[in-house]
């Protein structure tokens, strides 16, 4: 018994013993000086750091995008469109990441986490904190993005004012989003064709919602506000308000239309941050599919 179990160590420690001697040199002193390059990646790596500890590095990998973009190639129900100044995504693979200790590159010195654009942490590990590092990062355009469609629920589409020559009579929601290529329904080749407010993977969404108030006092009275309750769905699902998306109330005003009495408002407002696009969705009252 006493063998097998001399055997079976012996490997564990022959392994232990070859990382050690994979390690790079330790310098004297207890810290390491740190240099971060890359083009267009920014970050908050340090100068110098402790050794013989994990550092973190948080990693801010940009999205460009323009709020004025306008179509350039407008999106059927076969193709999904083309903007004049088109977004762009950057990307970072672990292969684009490159460290070096004592001027000498140690493919296993890290690891990385890549959540979204804004939050991805490159973690130098402490065995490899005991020299001077050299952090080299390279970002990389992808080749194209998403066009996702973003609809409306009924209890507001039926409201809704279409500027392209609907009939106005008996609505009175305005929808306006704060980039000029989502402003306008276009068909969206992954919803089958149908119409929707259109908006590419990973951009983010201004919109707001605000009722036209009837020039009659006696109308305005009347007026049925918005829905009590406007939630945000993606996925599949209701996303949580704080977490994928801030909502706003504003315009209070005094309803006496019976369908709806009481207080309600008149505007809303909904700011969805570009991690959180990444599939279609909608803008609708609570409980209804």
């Not at 990693?59 to 995008?65: A, F, K, M, V």
Request: glycine share 6%.
């Amino acid at each position: 018994m006493k063998k097998i179990i001399y055997l079976t160590l012996t490997p564990m420690l022959f392994a232990l013993a070859s990382c050690g001697n994979g390690l790079p040199k330790h310098k004297s002193g207890q810290f390491c000086n740190v240099t971060f390059s890359s083009e267009v990646v920014t970050n908050d790596c340090p100068t110098f750091a402790p050794m013989d500890r994990d550092l973190q590095i948080h990693l801010d990998i940009p999205y460009i995008t323009y709020a004025g973009a306008q179509w350039d190639i407008e999106p059927t129900t076969d193709v999904e469109g083309v903007l004049k100044y088109p977004n762009i995504e950057y990307t970072v693979s672990p292969d684009d990441i490159h460290v070096y200790v004592a001027n000498k590159e140690y493919p296993d010195a890290f690891t990385y986490f890549q959540q979204s654009n804004g939050f991805n942490v490159l973690t130098i590990r402490k065995e490899y904190m005991v020299n001077d590092i050299n952090i080299s990062v390279t970002a990389r355009e992808r080749d194209s993005l998403y066009l996702f469609g973003f609809e409306l629920g009924e209890e507001l589409n039926r409201r809704r004012v279409d500027y392209t020559g609907d009939d106005a009579t008996g609505k009175d929601l305005i929808v306006m989003f704060s980039r000029h290529y989502q402003n306008t329904m276009k068909p969206i080749k992954t919803l089958s064709g149908q119409e929707a407010y259109p908006v590419f993977e990973h951009d983010s969404i201004d919109v707001t919602f605000t009722l036209i108030e009837p020039k009659d006092p006696e109308e305005a009275k009347n007026q049925l506000p918005l829905p009590s309750d406007l939630r945000f769905r993606c996925n599949a699902r209701y996303t949580m308000e704080g977490d994928d998306y801030e909502r706003t109330y504003s315009q209070p005003f005094y309803s006496t239309n019976p369908k709806q009495p009481g207080m309600g408002y008149r505007e809303c407002h909904f700011h969805v941050p570009y991690k959180i696009v990444n599939d279609h969705g909608s803008f609708r009252q609570y409980g209804t599919e």
